[in-house]
């Protein structure tokens, strides 16, 4: 494994991470769940990302997490980094979503119990909610901190103007935010536009989710969508409205440039978000140990030529990719 620092910080992160958004919930395999997550630490991925909300059902991917952790990495904590985060929907009612310090508190206390862990490593507010003011939901991560249940806090998802007020926030109470968590992949540049070089100024590390835009840039749905895929599945995020006959043109494209690479198309996805110096880290989804032992290979050929870069370029312009 490849480490990197985040941002101004002495804290390393693998530059694989592995999310446990999908594939890990109490309608997901268990077996399966372990052994990624056994292979995943024994590669050197360190870093494991979560939610109050992941599941289905929600707060199940934690609670998972939790049983193997005890039942089979018990002495490995310290060796880990372990995120989660609060603002996104837990329960229908008023306390259940938001970012507001009422739900930050308690939720962050939620996540603790499902997990068993005495501390996160970092915890993020999820997302801005467009009315919590963003000193309330900094100064609820600031708490955490200083009631020891997180070591470091995150932001997720800020539009610009309030990213940087968080960054402004959390710098004057000695509490820097130590990553900008973002959706960046080939078919999502806006970030990269728009948010990475506030969170570099600032010091913070950038840590980019749905790097294979949950599927589409893996080569998996040239030829229509196969049962038990995401876009397939009941529980799935990815719609299958989202599968595209432009995207999929466009995946079928890139797999070639690929391929000339000896790469796969997945692998080529997540060095490309890698390239970016302002990157830290990507967090992976899997939902098999073959796509995991697939993807970690990804750190065999990082580099690009400006040649591959530009082809790559005329492909992924197309705004019609961008979702
Ligand atoms: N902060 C936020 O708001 C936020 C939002 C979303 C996600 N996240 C974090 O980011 C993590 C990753 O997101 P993501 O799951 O959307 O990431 P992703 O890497 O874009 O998509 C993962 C999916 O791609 C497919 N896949 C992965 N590797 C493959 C391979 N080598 N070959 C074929 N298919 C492969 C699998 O789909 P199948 O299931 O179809 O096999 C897998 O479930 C999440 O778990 C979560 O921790 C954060």
Request: glycine letters at 8%.
């Amino acid at each position: 494994m490849l480490y990197s620092y985040c941002g101004h910080s002495g804290v390393q992160l693998p530059r694989l991470s592995l999310g446990l958004w999908h594939n890990f919930g109490s309608v997901d395999d268990f077996g399966v769940a372990t052994q990624m997550l056994l292979r995943a630490f024994d590669a050197g991925i360190c870093h494991f990302d979560l939610a109050n909300n992941y599941g289905p059902e929600p707060g199940s991917a934690e609670v998972n997490f939790g049983r193997i952790l005890r039942e089979q990495l018990a002495s490995h904590r310290d060796e880990m980094f372990v995120a989660s985060k609060a603002g996104h929907d837990m329960w229908p009612g008023v306390y259940g979503t938001g970012s507001s310090r009422k739900n930050i508190i308690a939720s962050c206390d939620q996540s603790l119990r499902r997990t068993g862990l005495d501390y996160f490593d970092i915890f993020y507010s999820h997302r801005y909610d467009g009315v919590t003011p963003v000193e309330e939901t900094m100064e609820a991560l600031i708490q955490l901190v200083h009631q020891g249940k997180a070591l470091y806090v995150g932001i997720s998802k800020y539009p610009p103007a309030e990213q940087a007020l968080a960054y402004k926030i959390l710098k004057e109470a000695h509490v820097p935010c130590l990553l900008s968590q973002y959706r960046c992949s080939l078919f999502d540049r806006k970030a990269q536009r728009q948010n990475f070089q506030l969170a570099a100024d600032s010091g913070s590390g950038v840590i980019c989710f749905s790097p294979l835009a949950q599927g589409l840039l893996t080569g998996k749905y040239l030829n229509g969508i196969p049962e038990g895929s995401r876009a397939a599945k009941q529980s799935g995020f990815l719609q299958k409205s989202q599968v595209t006959p432009e995207r999929v043109a466009a995946a079928r494209q890139l797999q070639q440039i690929a391929e000339a690479r000896g790469q796969s198309l997945a692998q080529m996805a997540l060095a490309w978000v890698l390239a970016d110096a302002r990157v830290t880290s990507v967090i992976i989804g899997t939902s098999s140990v073959a796509q995991l032992d697939n993807n970690l290979q990804t750190l065999d050929k990082l580099s690009f030529s400006t040649d591959e870069l530009q082809a790559i370029e005329a492909i992924v312009a197309d705004p019609a990719l961008s979702f």
